[in-house]
């Protein structure tokens, strides 16, 4: 890749006020890095953590007219979800590393050369201080990282890990609404912020990334309160 100056990137918003206005930017820092998760080791939850990241980077690449850098040490996304999630081939650039290591080290090269709308990697361990070198290297380069923490064993929540991460997620499929007539409602999904630098923890049902990256709130829906003090500090 040629060097270029690195972008200004302003924060995104959800264009959901139920998220921005509990966001400590308003949205999603645009030179820093944010941890999701999966909520339960479970294909199904994890195909939603994975919706929700395609659904953010696609606004981020349909803003700047530039394409993803999508980090993965196993080859299992299915190019179709993505782009009904607003994300389609020709907006991502792929890229394989052997071991988590080497997946953290072409995030970090993606990162800083700033020119990329976001750089995602997924990962089943990042120490502190690979977050670190991630949250720097977002910084630098004026990118957002998005880490996909996957699940390694059970019972023990990606997010234990602790992160530099300016925003933690985790995500969760949620009952779709029931239909008048028979067929599938949107997918819904419970999006809980566990931590996030400057602000308070909170959780929301939503529904899922349209063809344009953009969640939504369901009709009448009501958000859950936030995870007690402790209860979050252990998981984050």
């Known amino acids: 890749m040629a060097d270029v100056r690195p972008r200004q990137v302003a924060a995104l918003p959800f264009a959901l006020p139920e998220i921005d206005r509990r966001l400590a930017d308003h949205g999603l820092d645009g030179a820093a890095l944010h941890d999701i998760a999966p909520a ?55 890229a394989e590393g052997r071991e988590d290591k080497d997946v953290l080290a072409l995030m970090e090269d993606g990162l800083r050369h700033g020119a990329l709308a976001a750089v995602v990697g997924e990962v089943r361990r990042a120490d502190m201080t690979a977050s670190r070198r991630l949250q720097l290297a977002a910084d630098a380069g004026s ?44 997918a819904r999904w419970t999006v809980e912020l566990v931590r996030q630098r400057g602000g308070n923890p909170f959780s929301l049902l939503v529904e899922a990334s349209d063809d344009t990256g953009r969640l939504a709130l369901p009709a009448g829906a009501q958000h859950r309160a936030a995870p007690a003090a402790g209860a979050t500090a252990r998981a984050a």
Do not use: H, K, M, N
């Open 40 to 94: 339960a080791p479970s294909l199904s939850d994890d195909a939603a953590a994975t919706l929700f990241i395609a659904g953010i980077t696609a606004r981020l690449a349909a803003a700047a007219d530039t394409r993803v850098l999508w980090v993965v040490s196993r080859f299992d996304l299915y190019a179709p979800g993505l782009e009904q999630a607003g994300l389609p081939p020709g907006r991502i650039l792929f």
């Open 143 to 186: 990118t957002p990282a998005f880490l996909s923490r996957r699940w390694r064993r059970q019972g023990v929540c990606p997010l234990s890990e602790l992160s530099a991460a300016t925003t933690r997620w985790r995500i969760a499929c949620a009952p779709s609404e029931r239909l008048p007539a028979p067929g599938v409602g949107r």
